[in-house]
């Protein structure tokens, strides 16, 4: 895989070019595991008290370690990642206003991007292969239907707050069971959604509470998700320079059999962050999350670390522990998995 960054600043000005290739030894074809995305092609420009993105871009809602149940801009790149924190690049054009009272942010999609999944004998796939070919939309402008979002964030005191209302077409697909050709596939259905959010992370010391919460509507009753938790940190472990972060949080979510399926509907998640504190910038952040009901449980854990002036490395580990084949993580209990990454910089 390769991922160059590039971005060059002419006074107020920015450009930046973040295109991203895999290459998968072995499939066969530019489909599934091989695949290119630009994660991010867009011109930036900064006056006082505005700032407007135009091009393909990426933005970051939530305050959670687990989920964030408020991120929806960007689609997943299922094929990178199950933890839903690849996102691909997302055309757009966004605007946003700075006053004393927070920043008021609009975002216009003209263009919506498909959910990416691997091929039929690759990770991380499915019981049954999934059709991406030919994708169904729930407006007749399909992908070219625009979405729009807007968003509040402001700080108060010990609070950071954020609010968003989105409309336009789910990033989650509904995977339809199709017959084709003699065979069943799964056919993504993408459904018109509105949504509406919070996000609230609160500082108190060591303490860090932190909330997300979403109503949507469109496919099915409209539900709520939630992600609600604490991280608490002790500083200077052992008389060293090692601050250890606990992490404790619990997923909810209310969708019905007509919604996309979710596997976090009654979770909670346990985790820890290490900062080493070092010239090289150690982290670990190691974790899982529990289904309360069935016991099926996600692993992960993270390192990276800085090497001299120019090279930086990252590992990642994921695993599925009581994973039962009709369970929530069924189709993904052996596709665990190693991955190291490895920066150079200019």
């Known amino acids: 895989a390769v991922q160059p960054e590039l971005r060059y600043d002419i006074g ?7 295109p991203f290739a895999r290459w998968d030894s072995q499939q066969e074809g530019w489909d599934g595991r091989n695949h290119a995305d630009l994660r991010e092609a867009n011109i930036f420009y900064q006056s006082a008290d505005w700032d407007v993105t135009v091009g393909f871009g990426k933005v970051f809602w939530g305050v959670a370690e687990s989920r964030n149940v408020v991120d929806i801009v960007n689609q997943t790149d299922f094929v990178e990642d199950t933890d839903g924190d690849e996102k691909l690049g997302q055309p757009m054009v966004q605007f946003n206003y700075l006053t004393d009272y927070g920043a008021f942010g609009l975002f216009v999609m003209p263009g919506f ?58 990033r989650e697909p509904r995977l339809v069971p199709t017959v084709q050709g003699g065979g069943v596939a799964l056919v993504p259905h993408y459904d ?56 404790a949080e619990h997923l909810y979510d209310g969708r019905d059999s007509d919604a996309p399926p979710t596997a976090f509907d009654n979770d909670a998640f346990f985790g820890t962050r290490i900062a080493f504190n070092d010239a090289a910038d150690t982290e670990i952040l190691a974790g899982g999350i529990v289904d309360l ?35 929530d993580y069924g189709a993904f209990r052996k596709d665990s998995m190693l991955q190291l990454r490895v920066f150079r910089y200019f």
């Open 293 to 327: 009901e069935s016991g099926e449980t996600a692993l992960s854990i993270e390192f990276e670390r800085r090497f001299g002036e120019n090279w930086s490395a990252e590992a990642e580990a994921r695993g599925f522990v009581d994973a039962p084949a009709d369970g």
């Open 113 to 170: 991007r498909d959910r990416t999944f691997a091929g039929d004998e690759a990770r991380f796939g499915f019981a049954l292969p999934v059709d991406d070919d030919d994708p169904e939309f729930e407006r007749g402008a399909g992908r070219w239907n625009p979405d729009l979002a807007v968003r509040y964030k402001h700080f108060i005191g010990d609070f950071d707050l954020g609010l968003h209302y989105f409309h336009g077409h789910d």
């Open 12 to 18: 107020d000005w920015r450009a930046t070019l973040i």
């Open 192 to 247: 018109l959604i509105h949504q509406g959010g919070v996000d609230v992370q609160a500082t108190f010391g060591p303490w860090l509470w932190k909330f997300e919460g979403m109503a949507r509507g469109g496919r099915g009753d409209v539900f709520a998700a939630t992600v609600a938790g604490v991280e608490y940190t002790l500083f200077g472990v052992a008389e060293s320079a090692v601050d250890v972060g606990l992490i």
